[in-house]
Structure formats: C-alpha cells, structure tokens
C-alpha cells in the first residue's frame, strides 16, 4: 500500500501511504522495551542532544525536500517524529535541578499514558456517540454548527471514555474488541 500512495490520487494517497507507519510501529514493538531500558542508562545532557538532532533533522528534511519530495519527506519526518516523542515520554527525569518540575512532568506523562490505554475504545466508539449525539441535536432543533460540533466533540470524548470504564472489568469480550485481553 505504501508504494501505491505514490501513484494515487487525493484522499486515497494519504490512506496507503501512513499505513507504513502501522506496518513500522508493529515491526518495532519487540524492541521497544529493549531500547526503553537503554534510554534510561544514557545521561540526560546525551538525551536533551538527541532531541535537539531529531528537531534539527526534521526542519532539515522539510527544508531541503519540501513539497518536491513531499512523501518521501513526511515519511522520514514521521520517523524522526516518533523516536522524538518516543524519547520524550521515557525520559525520566529531565529537569534534574527542580523536583517538582520532575513530578508534573510524570502527572503530564501518567494523564498521557491513560488517554493511550483509552486511545483504541475512543478510536472505534467515537463515530458512534458523536453521530448519534449530532442526531439527537437535530432531533431537538439545536442545528447551530459550533454548538453540534462542541457537544459531538466532547460526547465523542467523553462518550466512550464513560463506555470503557463501564465495560473494561465487566466484559471480557469489550476487553478483546480493543486488543487487550490475550
């Protein structure tokens, strides 16, 4: 598929093309603990340089190919995108002066944790509860765009957040739908 996207047309490019981003995350997910463990042994001056290369080389990439290579270069950038981000969750103390600063970034971090344990549920009940929400709305006479939009946007959050915590402990089945039950 992601050979295609380079012959394809608009809307259907971009679907075949991120699908190497799935493809890469599943080819890597064996190592990542493995190099989780490695990250934690490198002194945090190595770390802070490796974020400064991941930004340098990503508006490097995007400066020298542009829109000529505009593929090639969101490709390479998701790349480097994802061992930035990767890089910035795992590190564990990043502002070894200030504690305090140590502990909101792990609240920053746990919140962010939890919203991916929730990511899939959110994912597939999204849709769902924010059409049936926008219905509803509809139904009542409310057709105002921003207000539909504000109350799909925050029913199709917290819609299937309430839908998880309701069924996580309660249905088996719920747990094996979203991946995490083996």
């Known amino acids: 598929m992601f050979a295609l996207s380079f012959n394809l047309k608009e809307p259907l490019v971009d679907i075949c093309f991120f699908n190497i981003f799935y493809a890469l995350g599943i080819a890597i997910a064996p190592y990542i603990a493995n190099i989780r463990l490695r990250l934690e ?6 770390i802070f340089l490796l974020l400064l290369i991941c930004t340098a080389l990503m508006l490097s990439i995007n400066y020298l190919l542009g829109k000529d290579y505009g593929l090639v270069a969101k490709f390479m950038n998701g790349i480097i995108g994802f061992a ?3 890089i910035l969750a795992t590190w564990n103390q990043p502002f070894p002066m200030f504690q305090w600063l140590n502990r909101f970034s792990q609240s920053i971090a746990d919140i962010f944790v939890y919203f991916g344990l929730l990511s899939m549920t959110i994912y597939l009940l999204h ?17 105002d765009p921003l207000v539909q939009f504000t109350f799909g946007y925050i029913a199709s959050t917290l819609g299937p957040i ?4 309701f069924l996580h402990k309660k249905s088996k089945l719920f747990r094996y739908s979203i991946g995490e039950a083996k």
């Open 41 to 46: 042994k490198m002194p945090s001056t190595l």
């Open 84 to 86: 930035f981000m990767y």
């Open 127 to 143: 849709i769902l509860v924010g059409s049936t929400t926008r219905t509803i709305l509809v139904k009542v006479g409310i057709t």
């Open 162 to 165: 309430l839908i998880y915590s």
